[in-house]
T-cell receptor, first 114, second 114 residues
Framework: QQPVQSPQAVILREGEDAVINCSSS?????VHWYRQKHGEAPVFLMI?????EQKGHDKISASFNEKKQQSSLYLTASQLSYSGTYFC???????????????FGQGTILTVHP | NAGVMQNPRHLVRRRGQEARLRCSPM?????VYWYRQLPEEGLKFMVY????????ESGMPKERFSAEFPKEGPSILRIQQVVRGDSAAYFC????????????FGPGTRLTVL
């Protein structure tokens, strides 16, 4: 089952904040966040593992709520370079083994204007 | 430390021909994943391989598609008798272990079927 991302698109002015959500109908073991610019490869942002942790670097952080089976990506004081499509990828876990494959959401298009 | 390498970057094939896409993982990474991305869509998992082993091929079409990761050399995704619907960007990612670790993506191969 593909995770559902919301919103589908966000338009910001430089310096504004944004939150992108990723919800799954299945139990989560890991959530991976990527940013992809048009015509380029996805770039890894961060990974969160089962345990409800929160992570961050610079002005981008994320949380993982295992109970709600959802993760949120927080972008603060956005910069022009933040523009792109953000994908969450979810990894499963069963029988003592974590799944290698990631199931990606449909993406959230973020546009930052000067 | 070189990143994930893919070649060719662009590949044009006529219907019925074969396409071979190559992926060299990052140094020290033994896990390789192939994803397909149709225009304006998200990433869809195809296959997960370790050296000489296919771990999960649940995303591979039943016919015409095959993948391998030999003991020596790059991972190969092979598409036989290509059709127009195979036109897409094919990304390879690698990780040192499984989904507990980030997957780093290569630049992709853009396949166009005429």
């Amino acid at each position: 089952q593909q995770p559902v991302q919301s919103p589908q698109a966000v338009i910001l002015r430089e310096g504004e904040d944004a939150v992108i959500n990723c919800s799954s109908s299945k139990a989560l073991y890991s959530v991976h966040w990527y940013r992809q610019k048009h015509g380029e490869a996805p770039v890894f942002l961060m990974i969160l593992l089962k345990g409800g942790e929160q992570k961050g670097h610079d002005k981008i952080s994320a949380s993982f709520n295992e109970k709600k089976q959802q993760s949120s990506l927080y972008l603060t004081a956005s910069q022009l370079s933040y523009s792109g499509t953000y994908f969450c990828g979810t990894g499963g876990y069963a029988g003592g083994t974590s799944y290698g494959k990631l199931t990606f959401g449909q993406g959230t298009i973020l546009t930052v204007h000067p | 430390n070189a990143g994930v390498m893919q070649n060719p970057r662009h590949l044009v094939r006529r219907r019925g021909q074969e396409a071979r896409l190559r992926c060299s993982p990052m140094k020290g990474h033994s896990h390789v994943y192939w994803y397909r991305q149709l225009p304006e869509e998200g990433l869809k998992f195809m296959v997960y391989l370790q050296k000489e082993n296919i771990i999960d091929e649940s995303g591979m079409p039943k016919e015409r598609f095959s993948a391998e990761f030999p003991k020596e050399g790059p991972s190969i995704l092979r598409i036989q008798q290509v059709v127009r619907g195979d036109s897409a960007a094919y990304f390879c990612a690698s990780s040192p272990r499984d989904s507990k670790n980030e997957q780093f993506f290569g630049p992709g191969t853009r396949l166009t079927v005429l």
